[in-house]
Structures are given as structure tokens and as C-alpha cells.
């Protein structure tokens, strides 16, 4: 299906490990990209790739895709992690490229 | 360092058409990228509209596809949205990105976006 599905929210304590999740058929083809969104700000690449992480881009975020779900793992997660995360990838059946509906993590 | 600046109207009226352009600075618009237009309607999430290549190629999101155009002016290193017929659900922030596409080894991910501009539909 044209889809990537996200858990609309999740919770991590401060210094802990979360995990957030992607699910769609195109994950079987493509790697997801992640993407970290504040309030009021652009989309920032988190993670791309086979776990790439751009310049920048603090290594506690790390990702890894088995079969048609990918996650980004926060490791240690820092209370200025709180933010909305999408991933997105190609679609192999024929949309070109779509969003995951979004994860918003709170940092407790 | 790549930086796209979106521009255009920010109130469009009902059944009108969105123009938007996005001025790239620090690099070609000719170089091997695509670039792309996402939008976020007010508390939702992002949604991928389209994406051009310098050559004039384009992918366009099936569900937006008879209402959108992207194209690009290589001599003024920008690319341009327009969307038709637009409705009070076409208010959003739109971004401007350069993605990068690597199908071979299964990549793609938009690294450089623009600060992303609101534009309104309403009467």
C-alpha cells in the first residue's frame, strides 16, 4: 500500500532509550529518511539512508529497517529531543515519494 | 552551504491558483538534485506535493497531480509551484527541498529546506 504508518505519540524519560516506527511496503525497496520538526520550524534530516546521519546531527539518533519497518532510535534522549518526527521514503507503487502521518515524542 | 528562501502570496482566494517560487543560493539548480515542494495544513502533518529535475522532469503527488505545475528557471536558480482551483483546505505552510535521490541503492531524503512560508486560501 501507499503508506507509511506512525505512532501518533510516544513518551521517553530524560536519558532514556525510545524508539520510534515507520511501517509501509516501500520500506522493503527504500530506506527511510527521518526528519525532526519543532514548533514553528522546518523539518530537519535526522537520519538517511543506511543510518547516515548528516553533519551535525548528534549521534544519540540512529535508525535501522527490518522488512517493511524502519525505526529511529533516540539513545539517551535529551529533554531539546521533544519534537514531532516523520519518516519518508519513495513508494515503489507508483507515488513518488510520500510522509509517514508523524510521531510527536515528549521527553518526560 | 545550499539555502532556499520560498516567496509568493500569503492569501490566495477560493478556486484561484498558489504561486510560489524558491530561490536556491549556494549551489546550481543545475547540479544533481531534485527539488521539491512539501506543504503542512495547520497541526497536520507533512505532505510531499511534488519535485523537478533541471531537465524540466517531473513527479507529482497522485492526489494533487491535475491541480499542481512545478517548474524551474535555471537562469534565475529558482523553481516555482503553482497549484489551481485551490479550497480553504490548501491552507498551509509550504516548504521548498532539495532531495536527493539515489534509487539504485534504495535512498532518497530531502537534506536543505527552506524556512517554509503560510499561505492562506480565503475570500
Known amino acids: 500500500s501507499s503508506e507509511l504508518t506512525q505512532d501518533p505519540a510516544v513518551s521517553v524519560a530524560l536519558g532514556q532509550t525510545v524508539r520510534i516506527t515507520c511501517q509501509g511496503d516501500s520500506l522493503r525497496s527504500y530506506f527511510p529518511s527521518w526528519y525532526q520538526q519543532k514548533p514553528g520550524q522546518a523539518p530537519v534530516l535526522v537520519i538517511y539512508g543506511n543510518n547516515k546521519r548528516p553533519s551535525g546531527i548528534s549521534d544519540r539518533f540512529s535508525g535501522s529497517t527490518s522488512g517493511n519497518t524502519a525505526s529511529l532510535i533516540i539513545t539517551g534522549a535529551q529533554a531539546e529531543d521533544e519534537a514531532d518526527y516523520y519518516c519518508n521514503s519513495r513508494d515503489s507503487s507508483g507515488n513518488p515519494a510520500l510522509f509517514g502521518g508523524g510521531t510527536k515524542l515528549t521527553v518526560l | 552551504q545550499v539555502q532556499l528562501q520560498e516567496s509568493g502570496p500569503g492569501l490566495v482566494k477560493p478556486s484561484g491558483t498558489l504561486s510560489l517560487t524558491c530561490a536556491v543560493s549556494?549551489?546550481?539548480?543545475?547540479?544533481?538534485?531534485?527539488w521539491t515542494w512539501v506543504r503542512q495544513s495547520p497541526g497536520k502533518g507533512l505532505d510531499w506535493i511534488g519535485e523537478?529535475?533541471?531537465?524540466?522532469?517531473?513527479n507529482y503527488n497522485p492526489s494533487l497531480k491535475s491541480r499542481v505545475t512545478i517548474s524551474v528557471d535555471k537562469s534565475k536558480n529558482q523553481f516555482s509551484l503553482k497549484l489551481s482551483s485551490v479550497t480553504a483546505a490548501d491552507t498551509a505552510v509550504y516548504y521548498c527541498?532539495?532531495?536527493?535521490?539515489?534509487?539504485?541503492?534504495?535512498?532518497?531524503?530531502?537534506?536543505?529546506w527552506g524556512q517554509g512560508t503560510l499561505v492562506t486560501v480565503s475570500a
Open positions: 527541498a532539495r532531495a536527493r535521490h539515489f534509487d539504485s541503492e534504495g535512498i532518497y531524503y530531502c537534506d536543505y
Open positions: 523537478i529535475y533541471h531537465s524540466g522532469n517531473t
Open positions: 549556494g549551489g546550481p539548480i543545475s547540479s544533481t538534485n531534485w
